[in-house]
Nanobody
């Protein structure tokens, strides 16, 4: 049984930081690239960041580049999203997803497994 579970969300003031974690089970984590997406109220879900099977292959949406960092720990079957300098516009439900390809993708249709999402709220 595949599980994808996000944690670490919550309420933070603008300018603050949060780290999201996503722990997976039920598949070979090290052979999957991982992505983070988000969906704000009344908006489409959008790509945030992705990382390939190994560190050093990260890609970011332009809106978060330089503020967010994606990383992974294959020994813990976990991917992280470190979010700094948060803005009210970052408020959204954040989703973790797994893609059975070597490099991370911007396209959600390529992802095989998804978490249920976790709320991040940034107050002004």
């Amino acid at each position: 049984q595949v599980t994808v579970i996000e944690s670490g969300g919550g309420l933070v003031q603008a300018g603050g930081s949060l780290t999201l974690s996503c722990e997976v089970s039920g598949f070979t984590f090290s052979t999957y690239s991982m992505g983070w997406f988000r969906q704000a109220p009344r908006k489409e879900r959008e790509f945030v960041a992705a990382i390939g099977r190994t560190e050093g292959s990260a890609t970011y949406a332009y809106s978060v580049k330089g503020r967010f960092t994606i990383s992974r720990d294959n020994a813990k079957n976990t991917v992280y999203l470190q979010m700094n300098s948060l803005k009210p516009g970052d408020t959204a439900v954040y989703y973790c997803a797994a893609d059975n390809l070597p490099t991370g993708s911007w396209y959600e249709a390529e992802y095989d497994y998804w978490g249920a999402g976790i709320q991040v709220t940034v107050s002004s």
